[in-house]
């Protein structure tokens, strides 16, 4: 895995993978990304009240260079005082695999853990075993179910939370 701010490279990723900010101009991608990953993608008007809100991180993982860049994944976080929710997290199906969210999600924390963020929560379908390993890799621990949360399939979801020690201690 490569760093959050540059080119992921090694093993797992063989083009370069840039993870940033997103622009107002990625909206339409992102909600590309999202039609392809879920029955129920969040809707261009609410990313783009998302992309400028005070309090959301909105990062995206872009391949490929210069003029040619694409979006191909997205990582959503909502910041209130010291916790947050991993609202959002998704990499366009062709290029799952490839440590892509595992990039967008440590941009994620590291953002997350600089503002001064102590505890990370987010759910997930209890059926999504890509996801529980990335996030269980990552240190999250389940702390609690929310049932039936999920429609189209109707499902569980687990809440999972990840303690942040702040930088240097
Ligand atoms: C979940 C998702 C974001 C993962 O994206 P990705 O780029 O494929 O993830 P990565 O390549 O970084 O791999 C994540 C982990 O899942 C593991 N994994 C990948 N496919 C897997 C599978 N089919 N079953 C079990 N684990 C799997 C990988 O080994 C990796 O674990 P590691 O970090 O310990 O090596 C992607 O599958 C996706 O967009 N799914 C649809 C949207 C979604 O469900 N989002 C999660 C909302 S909570």
Request: hydrophobic residues 40%; positive net charge; proline residues 4%.
């Amino acid at each position: 895995m490569g760093t959050a701010d540059g080119p992921v490279g090694g093993a797992r990723m063989g083009t370069g993978v840039r993870i940033r900010r997103a622009r107002g101009e990625d909206v339409g991608r992102i909600h590309q990304v999202e039609a392809s990953c879920y029955a129920a993608p969040w809707s261009r008007d609410t990313l783009e009240s998302v992309v400028i809100r005070k309090g959301v991180l909105l990062l995206v993982a872009e391949v490929g260079w210069e003029g040619e860049a694409r979006v191909v994944g997205h990582g959503i976080l909502w910041r209130v005082a010291d916790e947050a929710e991993i609202a959002n997290l998704a990499v366009t199906p062709e290029l799952q695999g490839r440590g892509i969210a595992g990039a967008l999600l440590d941009g994620l924390l590291k953002r997350a853990r600089r503002v001064g963020v102590t505890a990370v929560f987010l759910e997930v379908r209890e059926s999504n075993d890509p996801a529980l390993a990335l996030y269980r890799g990552r240190g999250f621990r389940q702390v609690g179910v929310r049932k039936q949360y999920y429609d189209r399939p109707q499902e569980d979801a687990r809440i999972l939370r990840l303690d942040l020690t702040p930088r240097g201690t």
